[in-house]
């Protein structure tokens, strides 16, 4: 009679992994890259600084990733292509913002300035 419970004679257990991703890894970055878009849209009213640096960084970041995931689509996981693809949108809707603020602070600017300076009177 053969004892089932023996360790000797049962199968190796090999680790399951979950089969629909097919060990697949998430895409370096996915989370930070769609943090700084959103952020950079938010921070476009910051005198379009951080919001055109944010916006170039996620940019830049966005589009490595998204060479990464189509050379090779099978090892990284859809969510994080998503996830890197909507932080390069919203880099690039951050970027499109704060340059149109940095814009029209400039026209601001230069319209109050010339203003001033044209009540005041000059001296001779």
């Known amino acids: 009679m053969e004892n089932t419970n023996d360790p000797i004679n049962q199968a190796p257990v090999t680790p399951v992994f979950n089969t629909n991703s097919g060990n697949q890894v998430p895409l370096p970055n996915a989370g930070g890259i769609l943090a700084m878009g959103i952020i950079s849209i938010c921070m476009c009213?910051?005198?379009?600084?951080?919001?055109?640096?944010?916006?170039?960084?996620?940019?830049?970041?966005?589009?490595?990733?998204?060479?990464l995931y189509k050379e090779n689509p099978g090892m990284y996981t859809e969510a994080s292509f998503k996830n890197a693809n909507a932080g390069r949108i919203c880099g690039i809707i951050g970027l499109c913002v704060s340059s149109l603020y940095i814009i029209f602070l400039i026209i601001y600017f230069a319209i109050i300035g010339s203003l001033i300076f044209s009540a005041i009177p000059f001296m001779n």
């Open 45 to 67: 009213w910051c005198y379009g600084i951080f919001g055109i640096a944010l916006g170039i960084i996620s940019l830049i970041m966005g589009n490595k990733a998204l060479k």
